[in-house]
Structure formats: structure tokens, C-alpha cells
């Protein structure tokens, strides 16, 4: 009876759902990955790996941090009218926000990357693209405040899906520019889907399944009437918290991003990138718990018998699932390339390899703990531990790419990953289990 109270238990925070849609979802991008990978040359390969890490990095900007406090403040026990002014003034901002993002993006295609065509092509055309992100994650947002974790997985299911028409249709039409061009056209399409499927109505005159561009551009009302001090703590929350996102993601991008500039040569561009697909991608394991239950832990946090149990419990299991993981990818993995990407890319082995122990700090420790520092509003400690991390990862990026190439860079990732995961960790548990402060102390 126990287990099946348990069993029930995680049904309801609708993490089955969410997980298998995440297991679908990856497969379906890694079979569009690899039709991409057997139509283009490996030339080409590595000049869209260099387009979209850019465009990748850029669009970490996009919103301006918004969607940080929307998960926080948005998930709280709050007044249905102050729910509704955060989830409105959190719109409003990250687009506007987005718009900037937009065009700094041109400026960078036209003047920063002039050397480097596919940059200097596409990045000023595909200037709508940090708006198009942001309200698409914003959606997906909004269904994670509501606890609708099924409806969550049903949009994100679908986005993958279009996102793999899209690819196909844009490749077989027109090359590497048709799945340039098409994945954008599948973003704008889920968009519409997106405001279909959310179930939250927005009370300024409209809602998101009867979108209104003039009222959003200029909320009137409800926006005046909204608390300056609330205004204030969102933005100082998502200035720490989308600085501490924007920092922990450049890891995923930074190394594609450092070889593309230091060595600008595609195809060890390509091989790289093939060797972080796997360990980058399967973050979505921890990220699953992280969707499901951050809203729930947010909802909790007082309680600190409550988050101290629940948290040891999902740590050690956590942790158990990622070392198991690693192990498998770290002796499996000239087996797994050959067998996914082919023998022409068997050169990616080691820097794989390095990238899959690498996997077991990040999925293991540092998305748990980061999340949960988040969560009890420990965002200055959070940005502090991730400006050291772009600071070593850069650094060891230059030292190390430039001598070992593609395993300089997974070198580098690893050690880096391994000493902010230490640094967070430790902390966290200080919080947890010493420290007096309340979670509503504001740092």
C-alpha cells in the first residue's frame, strides 16, 4: 500500500507524463539529428552546429531573465489579481526585451562575425528569433505554474514533432538554408498552439486564445495598479536568476562556440558537436524532476522538514540514475558512435568520453542544486558561483583548445563542471541543514 501511495503520489505531480514525453521528445531529435547528419556533408554539419550554438547564445538573453521569477513568484501562494499581474508584466517585459536581443543580434551579424559568412548571412535575417523563443517558453511557463505538467507535455511533445516535419521538409526542399528556414516557420507555428492549449486567460482584455497585439504592446490598467515593490523583486530575481541560467547554459555552448573561433575548421567542429549531443542532451533526465516539482518545492519551501526529506530522497536517487548513465556512455562509446553517427565521426570517442563523466557533476549535482537554490531564493550565491564558472571555462578554454583541440575542450567543460558542482553543493547543504535565515530573507 505503500508503494502504491507513492506511485500515486508522483502521478499526480504529472511526472510521468512529463518524463516520457521528455524520452520522446529526445528520441525524436536525435533520429532528426542523425536524417541531418546522413544528408549533409560534414562541412555542413559543422556550419549549422556554428550557426545555432551562436544563435543558441544569443538566446539565452532573450525575455531578459523573465522566466525565472514567473516559475517562482508565479508557482507562490499569491492573490489571483497579483498572480495575474506577474504573469502580464513578466509578458510584456521579456518581450521588449527580446526586441532588444533582436537587434543586437543584427549588429553582431553585420559588423562582430563579417569573417565568417553563415554568421555574417543569417544572423541579421534571423533577428525575430529571440522573441519567437521567448514566447514560446513563456507558454510552456505558464502550463508549470499551473501544475498542468500533462498539458506541458503534450505542447512540448508537439513542438518537438514540428520542429522534426519542419527539419525534414526544410532539408529534403531546399538544403541547409530550408532547415534553416523551416525550423523558423515550426517556432511560429507552436506559437499559435501553444496560446490554444494554455489554459490560463490573461485579465487585460485578453487571453492567450484571443490574442490582442495592441493590448499586448501597452497593458494600460493592471500594470499601473501593480505594486512597485513587486516590480522591483521580480526584476532583481530575474537579473540574478537569468544571469546564473545564462552562465550555467554557456557550458553547452561555450566549447562549439571557442573551436568555431579559434580553430574555424567545420569539421572538427562536427565531431565535437556529435560528442556532446549525448551528455548534453540527456540533462533532460534531471530536468524532468526539475519541471515537475520545483513549483511543488517552491510551494513548500517553509516547511523545512518537508524540503529536507523530499530533497534527500530525490538527491541520492538522482544521483544513483546519473552514475549508472555515465558508466554506461563512458565504456559503450566508440560502440554507441559508430552505431548512431557512423565510423567517420569515431574521432569524437574521447572527447565523448570526457564529456560523459562530465554528465554525471552536471546532471548528478549541479542542476539539482542549482534549481533548489533557486527555489529557496539563494539567487545572488547562484550568480556569484556562475560568474566564477564563465570565468574558469573561458580561461581553461584558451589554454587547453588551442593545445588539445576538441579534448582541450571537453577537458576543459569537465573540470570546470566539477568545481562549480562542489561549490553549489556544499552550499546548499549549509542552507538546508545550518543556516538560520528564513526563505523569505531577501539577499
Known sequence: ?????????????????????????KAIGFVSNMIVIRILSVEEYGLQASLYTVLSLIGLFAGGGMGSPLIIYGSEWRSPSEKNQIRIYTLYCGVLFSILVGFIQILLGLFVFKDYPILHQYLPLLSMVPVISYINSYIQILMRTMQDNQGYARLT??????????????????????????RV???????????????????????????????????????????????????????KAGLTSILNSTVLYLDVFMITMLLKDPELIASYKIACLIPDNLNFLPGVLMIAL??????????????????????????????????????????????????????????????????????????????????????????????????????????????????????????????????????????????????????
Open 1 to 25: 500500500m505503500q508503494i502504491l501511495s507513492k506511485l500515486h503520489s508522483i502521478s499526480r505531480y504529472g511526472i510521468p507524463a512529463v518524463f516520457l514525453s521528455s524520452v520522446t521528445n
Open 157 to 182: 511533445f508537439l513542438h518537438t514533432l514540428v520542429g522534426l516535419v519542419s527539419t525534414l521538409c526544410g532539408i529534403a526542399i531546399a538544403g541547409l538554408s530550408g532547415l534553416i528556414w523551416y
Open 185 to 239: 516557420i515550426g517556432s511560429i507555428f507552436m506559437i499559435l498552439i501553444g496560446m490554444k492549449m494554455c489554459p490560463v486567460k490573461l485579465d487585460i482584455g485578453f487571453d492567450l486564445q484571443n490574442f490582442s497585439l495592441f493590448k499586448m504592446l501597452y497593458p494600460s490598467g493592471i500594470l499601473k495598479n501593480m505594486k512597485s515593490e513587486l516590480k522591483k523583486e521580480l526584476w532583481a530575481f530575474a537579473i
Open 294 to 443: 520545483v513549483p511543488r518545492f517552491a510551494q513548500c519551501a517553509n516547511d523545512k522538514e518537508w524540503f529536507k526529506d523530499r530533497f534527500k530522497r530525490l538527491f541520492i536517487a538522482n544521483l544513483i540514475v546519473q552514475g549508472v548513465i555515465s558508466l554506461f556512455l563512458i565504456l559503450f562509446a566508440r560502440e554507441i558512435i559508430t552505431f548512431l553517427w557512423t565510423e567517420k565521426y569515431l574521432d569524437s570517442t574521447l572527447p565523448f568520453q570526457i564529456l560523459s563523466f562530465s554528465y554525471l557533476w552536471m546532471a548528478g549535482i549541479r542542476i539539482f542544486s542549482t534549481n533548489m537554490l533557486s527555489v529557496l531564493k539563494k539567487t545572488t550565491y547562484n550568480l556569484f558561483v556562475s560568474i566564477l564558472l564563465g570565468i574558469v571555462n573561458i580561461t581553461l578554454d584558451l589554454l587547453l583548445i588551442t593545445r588539445w583541440q576538441m579534448i582541450g575542450a571537453a577537458l576543459a567543460t569537465l573540470f570546470s563542471v566539477i568545481f562549480v558542482s562542489a561549490m553549489t553543493f556544499v552550499y546548499l547543504i549549509y542552507v538546508i541543514y545550518k543556516s538560520d535565515q528564513s526563505k523569505a530573507a531577501a539577499e
